[in-house]
T-cell receptor, first 113, second 112 residues
Framework: GAVVSQHPSWVICKSGTSVKIECRSLDFQATTMFWYRQFPKQSLMLMATSNEGSKATYEQGVEKDKFLINHASLTLSTLTVTSAHPEDSSFYIC?????????FGPGTRLTVL | DAKTTQPPSMDCAEGRAANLPCNHSTISGNEYVYWYRQIHSQGPQYIIHGLKNNETNEMASLIITEDRKSSTLILPHATLRDTAVYYCIVRVNNNAGNMLTFGGGTRLMVKP
């Protein structure tokens, strides 16, 4: 199946700093990518839908100014957590659509001190 | 997308078949049943999907009842590496790349 990568796989940052997470589709082009967040012992929650060349669509309760999404090419979407705080510590997972199927990245664990 | 109901946890002995049930009584005629699993600290992994016929691949079998209101994922010979959270999801299969709505899933523990 198609491969989706994320970078970094984990990151630790200080409160108030910004963190950028990259999601790449390695062997296919993805016009649509999705960003999920997962807290410990909970299920994945969709944060936003990232569309190449247009603005992302955010789910209710997700602050678009805090979680900046850029989908500048057909193989790359980035999620920037701005002014991160400890409550933003979570497992962030992206997925990309290929042939109507979704393929997930390995996830990025963010820890905000 | 229709909602699904799964037991929160199940145990299975290594080498035995693991049968994971899922109820989706409000499924629509054009919605497919998908199964994903998530091993600890990894992204979800696609397992199998189907519309109304039973499906089988190298990982598992999917049995869908005739009324499509429930389904069962079968891992024929569970191994310790099959320990994971298994998610049953129903969604329309179209070219819009619909996002997946994850429920609570079933935490399968395969024991030696």
């Amino acid at each position: 199946g198609a491969v989706v990568s994320q970078h970094p796989s984990w990151v630790i940052c200080k409160s108030g700093t910004s963190v950028k997470i990259e999601c790449r589709s390695l062997d296919f082009q993805a016009t649509t990518m999705f960003w999920y967040r997962q807290f410990p012992k909970q299920s994945l929650m969709l944060m936003a839908t990232s569309n190449e060349g247009s603005k992302a669509t955010y789910e209710q309760g997700v602050e678009k100014d805090k979680f900046l999404i850029n989908h500048a090419s057909l193989t790359l979407s980035t999620l920037t957590v701005t002014s991160a705080h400890p409550e933003d510590s979570s497992f962030y997972i992206c997925s990309a659509t290929s042939d109507n199927e979704q393929f997930f990245g390995p996830g990025t664990r963010l820890t905000v001190l | 997308d229709a909602k699904t109901t799964q037991p929160p946890s199940m145990d299975c002995a290594e080498g035995r078949a693991a049968n994971l049930p899922c109820n989706h009584s409000t499924i629509s005629g054009n919605e497919y049943v998908y199964w994903y699993r998530q091993i600890h600290s990894q992204g979800p992994q696609y397992i199998i999907h189907g519309l109304k016929n039973n499906e089988t691949n190298e990982m598992a079998s999917l049995i869908i009842t005739e009324d499509r209101k429930s389904s069962t994922l079968i891992l024929p010979h569970a191994t310790l590496r099959d320990t994971a959270v298994y998610y049953c999801i129903v969604r329309v299969n179209n070219n819009a790349g619909n996002m997946l709505t994850f429920g609570g899933g079933t935490r399968l523990m395969v024991k030696p």
